[in-house]
C-alpha cells in the first residue's frame, strides 16, 4: 500500500486579509504524479509555498511527509523537510557565478554539513554523483561552464541534476518549462519524470499539451479552490475551458467562513 505524502484537511492561507487558498481536503500518495494548473492568481504557487512551510495556513490541517505542518512548526522541523523536498522554480535558483558542477554540489548540501558545506569543499563521493547526474542529463561536457553562460533549457537540465543528487521524496516543480521553445519543454518533462522515479512529483503546468509528460491526475484551482481532481484521462478541454473562464467560479466550501474576503489574487 502507498503512503500519503500529502494530507489537507480544511485548509486555509490568508494574507492581507484575503484568502489565498482554500481547500476542503486533498491527499496525495507517494509516487503520483500530479499537474495543478489555473488562471493567475488561482492559488498554485501558494499552494506550494504551503507545502514547504514558507506559507503558513491559517486554518486547517497540513501533512507533509509525515511532518505536521500546521501551527508553528519548528525551524528544524522545516530545515529537515525542506531537505526532502527538491524543487524547480521559474527563476531556477542557479548561483549564476558558480559552475554547473558546483550548482549541482547543492543538492547534497543535506549530506555535506559544517564547515564542508561553507568552503564547498565536497567529498570525493558527492562529486562523482553529481557529474553522473550531469552526465544524465547530457551536460557533463558543460560541467566547468558558469551557469550564467548556459542558455534556458540548459539551467533547466542543471536544475535537475542538482533533484538527482539530493534525492528527494517530494519534487515540487513550478512551471519548469516556461521560456522554453517546445522541444526544450519536452525534453526537460522527460528528464524531470525520469528524476522523480523514486518521488512523488507535482508540477504547477500552463501549457496543457505538457500535462501527458508530467502527470497521471490532475488538480484544477480556481479562485483558491479545487474545482476538480481528476485522473489524466478524464481532463478534457471542455474542462480546461470552464476552468480558465472567469464567469466560471469553484464553489465555496462548506467549511469556509464567510467574513473573509474571497478575491483573486496573483499567486
Not at 186 to 199: N, P
Request: glycine residues 8%.
Amino acid at each position: 500500500m502507498n503512503k500519503i505524502a500529502i494530507s489537507l484537511h480544511q485548509v486555509c492561507c490568508i494574507a492581507e486579509g484575503q484568502a489565498l487558498l482554500d481547500i476542503g481536503a486533498l491527499s496525495i500518495q507517494h509516487g503520483e504524479r500530479i499537474a495543478i494548473v489555473g488562471h493567475n492568481g488561482a492559488g498554485k504557487s501558494t499552494l506550494l509555498r504551503l507545502l514547504t512551510g514558507f506559507m503558513p495556513a491559517a486554518h486547517g490541517q497540513v501533512a507533509v511527509l509525515g511532518r505536521d505542518l500546521a501551527g508553528s512548526p519548528s525551524a528544524q522541523a522545516l530545515r529537515t523537510l525542506r531537505c526532502e523536498v527538491g524543487q524547480i522554480h521559474q527563476g531556477l535558483h542557479l548561483v549564476t557565478r558558480l559552475s554547473a558542477l558546483e550548482n549541482v554540489l547543492i543538492g547534497s548540501l543535506g549530506r555535506v554539513t559544517g564547515w564542508r558545506s561553507w568552503i564547498r569543499h565536497f567529498p570525493t563521493v558527492e562529486i562523482a554523483r553529481a557529474e553522473a547526474a550531469l552526465h544524465a542529463v547530457g551536460l557533463l561536457a558543460r560541467a566547468k561552464t558558469r551557469a550564467d553562460k548556459l542558455s534556458g533549457g540548459e539551467r533547466q537540465k542543471v536544475a535537475i541534476a542538482r533533484l538527482l543528487v539530493q534525492q528527494p521524496k517530494l519534487i515540487l516543480a513550478d512551471e519548469p518549462t516556461a521560456a522554453l521553445d517546445p522541444a526544450a519543454a519536452g525534453e526537460v518533462c522527460h528528464l524531470l519524470a525520469q528524476a522523480a522515479r523514486d518521488a512523488t512529483l507535482i508540477s504547477v503546468v500552463h501549457n496543457p499539451s505538457l500535462l501527458s509528460l508530467l502527470a497521471d491526475r490532475v488538480i484544477g484551482l480556481k479562485n483558491g479552490r479545487i474545482a476538480f481532481d481528476l485522473p489524466l484521462a478524464a481532463v478534457d478541454d471542455q474542462k480546461l475551458t470552464n476552468l480558465y473562464r472567469p464567469d466560471e467560479a469553484a464553489p465555496a466550501a462548506p467549511w469556509q467562513l464567510p467574513e473573509i474576503p474571497r478575491h483573486s489574487v496573483f499567486s
